[in-house]
């Protein structure tokens, strides 16, 4: 499947199907949030940090997203257990993508992050892996095994994954390369592009809002020892 990555901020949150614009769960709402509650938040997020996660596109479709930032701009992330986030990481929140997507599309908008973010000169990236929990609100435990995460916490069923990256070799290049051999690889073969569980409804001639300006992680990160 032919696919492309794009940077998630408030210029393509547009393009999130309704059960991903009005989740929220993240930023400490249980039970969604507003379209203004989640456009000051995207806006103060983007401001801080810069774009907060990534979409695989293919033909106009969402296939999958990632979200992602500084554990201060999640409040969920002080609630959980295996916490608190290491000073400075980054932390991927949730992972949601088409079933019949399959794992590529996954392991691709992983990777990408992890290339990104080595090249901005974060170190290690953790995230949270949930006992029974296994909605996208989460990430799959095998995948990120899979691309070198190792469990540093478990508390009451809830696991603390983290990535080392300090000791990996460049990722740009290396990253470029394997994916264009996988995406030629799967071309030929893949079923055509699927949409995620809840349908795009979106006007096609609709203009996502202006993109904010970026400002480096360090401003956002908050202290957690």
């Not at 401001?47 to 596109?57: D, R, S, V, Y």
């Not at 799967?186 to 202006?210: H, I, K, N, W």
């Amino acid at each position: 499947m032919i696919f492309q990555l794009k940077d998630l901020d408030g210029s393509t949150s547009c393009l999130l199907p309704p059960g991903c614009l009005g989740c929220g769960w993240w930023q400490g709402h249980d039970e969604g949030w507003t379209d203004g509650e989640a456009s000051a938040w995207s806006q103060s997020a983007a401001e801080i940090f810069g774009p907060w996660g990534k979409l695989a596109m293919a033909d106009g479709q969402v296939l999958g997203m990632v979200q992602y930032g500084p554990a201060g701009l999640f409040r969920r992330a002080s609630m959980l257990p295996a916490g608190p986030v290491s000073n400075h990481s980054l932390l991927l929140t949730c992972c949601n993508v088409a079933e019949k997507a399959g794992v590529s599309v996954r392991r691709s908008l992983v990777t990408a992050i992890m290339a990104e973010q080595r090249r901005r000169g974060i170190q290690t990236i953790e995230a949270f892996i949930p006992g029974k929990d296994r909605s996208c609100r989460f990430f799959e435990e095998d995948l990120l095994k899979e691309v070198g995460f190792a469990c540093v916490r478990r508390t009451k069923g809830m696991k603390l994954m983290r990535l080392e990256m300090g000791g990996m070799e460049p990722a740009e290049e290396h990253y470029v390369r394997r994916s264009l051999l996988e995406r030629l690889k799967r071309s030929s073969s893949a079923p055509a592009p699927v949409a995620m569980a809840v349908p795009l409804a979106r006007d096609p001639e609709r203009r996502c809002p202006q993109r904010p300006v970026r400002r480096p992680l360090a401003a956002s990160c908050s202290r957690h020892g």
